[in-house]
């Protein structure tokens, strides 16, 4: 799996195209390496173990739970439901959209309000959380220490480290980082293909980077900028997670602001925003073309979110430029059988 992740890779960051004489296409096109701690360099014994952590329920409480639940690479690696909150543990409802970790190898911060700075840090919070999986380390640990099989592939994947929260963190965080997304229409463009798109993409295109100003948050080849928005989906004062990455860093700046998301596969993931709120593109371009969901009352608004007069054939433009974002699903065979 390693040597095709590989091949991926360099198929995407090969042969940077230009599509005119004063276009230049680099900046869309994927970097030539995925990153990876210096601790935790990958390997096809570590993505091989934490595919199956990922996919194995005995990770939660009733063992009736597992990362793929609220993250599912048939569901656009988050969860589709047609609620807009997470469902985990005993049918708790968490505060929060799932998040899509669709490459979230490329980011700087994990989780809607960036609490994790690394895919290691990320791996084991919805373990642990109880409206999620319901499994304190400290009773997971010598859980999976119970179970041989994967005694033994943890001695192969990280010889001599044992089977830890460390190591456990480590290879989710090894799986999670070949969650990439694959050559897309959009992709094919930019490397000088100019039939693989429609017109009416190659004029959204020029909206999204325009008229629109939808590069103000969603910039770059993975189509986000990694930072924090409020996009004015709620007014007034804010509650409890609403609140954002304000309950990260107790900051004015950071108040009610959330993670901006790839744009990457953005068909296969909704509903949209970190609240849900939206089934469709169409909305919820509307809604941040128009300057967010409310006008005026929303404190710490983003300076971005200004009414962009964006007309219906515009909107529609836009969302067909999205949607040459989507690629096929990756190769990938979810694991029926676990270790015992």
Known sequence: MLKKLTVVVFLFSSCVAVLGADE?????????????????????ERIELGKLLYFDVRLSKDDTISCATCHHPQHGWTDEVPTSKAVGYDGRVGPRNSPVILNAAYQRHQFW?????SLEQQATGPMSADVEMNMPLEELIPKLNKIQGYVALFEKAYPGEGLTKETLAKAVASFERTVLSTESPFDKYARGDKNAISEDAKEGFALFKGKAHCIDCHDGWNFTDGSFQ???????ELQGKELGRYNVKNRGAWYGVFKTPTLRDVTKSYPYFHDGSVKTLEEATVICASGGRYENGVRNKSDAMKDRKLTHEEVAKVVEFMKS????D?????????PQ
């Open 24 to 44: 230049d296409m680099s900046k869309w096109l994927r970097p030539s390496e995925v990153p990876q701690p210096k601790n935790n360099k990958l390997t096809p």
């Open 113 to 117: 309000d960036g609490r994790a700075r």
């Open 230 to 236: 409020n996009i004015g989906l709620n007014d007034g």
């Open 325 to 328: 974002l989507t690629g096929p």
């Open 330 to 338: 990756i190769d990938l065979k979810i694991p029926t059988k676990f």
